[in-house]
């Protein structure tokens, strides 16, 4: 059990991190504890969040994509009670800053950029997977794109890589590229190739304060948060009479 009380340490994926650090400060307040971030990435290896929570490590709030906490929960990592939708989030990609912008607001302009591109960065969460074992495919240009897609692991943002001129397009999280200086033309994916995914908070099996924790999550669901994962690049979902919207 989590002996630090004073404390509520957070585990969040890249998604909802420029959300969640935004929201502290309104946390404290709420809870009167310290919160202490203890990842913005979902990580990959040993320092995965999932391989972190296996380990038993000391955690008060996980907030990953919907499949994953839900798979935390049936593994007994994150309590099933005070399981909570926040966001929903869409894919965006960037170039580098001062380059020009490349056309993607149809399938056909995605398809010719992606194979005009030199190289192309995707990360550990939904969105590499989603780019590389779905959307290339659905394009038919699997097998000219694949080989010039980089995965970018170690919790570092696809857009820092970007900024350094390392990689001609990137794709990530709209709410994960916005924050990163040095990056531009931050974009969505055309809607009908466009993937949405949900992103929940939940209380983890370790925590020593549950009830702050649950507090948190319903502050996260609330009216209040909106404004601020709104900003953030992400879709809020507000609690309404105890039903999400």
Known sequence: MNTMTNEIRVMTSGAFTAAHLELIPRLERLTKKTIVTASTSVGTGENSIANRLKRGEIVDIVIVADTLLRQFIDEGLVLAEGYTPVARSTIGMAVREGTPKPDISTVDALKRT??????????ASVNGQYLTTELVQRLGIADQV????????????????????????????????????????????????????????????????????????????????????????????????????
């Open 146 to 245: 694949l080989s010039k897609c980089r995965f970018i692991g170690g919790g570092e943002r696809v857009g820092a890589v970007v900024a350094r001129g390392e990689l001609d397009i990137g794709f990530q999280q709209m709410s994960e590229l916005l924050p990163v200086p040095g990056i531009a033309h931050i974009t969505p994916l055309p809607s009908e190739l466009q993937k949405v995914t949900l992103f929940s908070a939940g209380v983890a099996a370790s925590s020593g304060d549950p009830d702050a924790a649950r507090a948190v999550i319903r502050f996260l669901a609330s009216a209040e948060a909106a404004h601020v994962i709104t900003k953030s690049g992400l879709e809020p979902i507000v609690e309404k009479n105890g039903r999400q919207a």
């Open 114 to 123: 992606l194979l005009q591109a030199k190289s192309i960065g995707y990360s």
